[in-house]
């Protein structure tokens, strides 16, 4: 038996293997999708790393009902310094959707020269995020996952956690042109499991990376400062927003929709803020 059998064996139940295999996806004679997408690698990264999702983060999902079949673009606020939300949001997807699907995330165009990422990112189902990919993984019934703050999201400090970026633009004009209907999603919690106080941006640079977080703990206690805190993590998917226009349309009016789906996420955001009573760190999902 090999590696990846006995994970999947050990790691996942008959419900869980079927929920992965009923998921909508095309695979070809190879076992791989038109991306890479490979199903076996799939389940046993999931075998693997489901107690991130059940246990370490205790992840509560909400509102996936509200997802309908087909063509869907999921649009997250993002943060945490590294993709822990893209990657609770992908599990979410597959063990608590009904019925499950597998999200296409939109990695940053540097995460693939990172040793080791790309051919795993690839066989996981994460692309570049690149505007000809995103298209034809719609045209294809598929579920994809965008964060339009982009690095300026993801790089945020503590100190401006949860306060949304500005978003691009992009993810409009796609959703326009393929009749998409678009997600919003608020995740609460990823931000203060990573909790950075600055950035080392000319280290950064040196290593070809868009920023370097260092808190509290990071670098100073070596890789177990690296290591994310088990903040409780809520994910809220909220009601379907479709918007009609020309995707080819004026920059003012395809910004006009985007501060629209911002301010959705954003007012979700504060609520699970709310709900938690307000506190960072010690705060449970509500």
Known sequence: MGWKKLLIELGLTDSEKRRIDDAQLDINSAGFDDWGLDPETLKAALAVTRWIYTDYFRVRASGLPHLPP?????ISNHGGQIPLDGMLIGMSMLLEARPARVVRGMIERWVPGLPFISSLFSKMGQIVGDVRNCRELLEKEQCVLVFPEGVRGSGKTIFQRYQLQRFGTGFVRLALETGTPIIPVAVVGCEEAYPSVTALKPIAKLLGAPYLPMTPFFPFLGPIGALPLPTQVTIDFGAPMVFQGDPDGPELEI???AAQVRDRIQAMVDD??????????TGGAG
């Open 70 to 74: 087909g063509r869907v673009l999921l």
């Open 255 to 257: 910004e006009a929709m």
């Open 272 to 281: 699970s803020i709310k709900r938690r009573g307000g506190k960072v760190f």
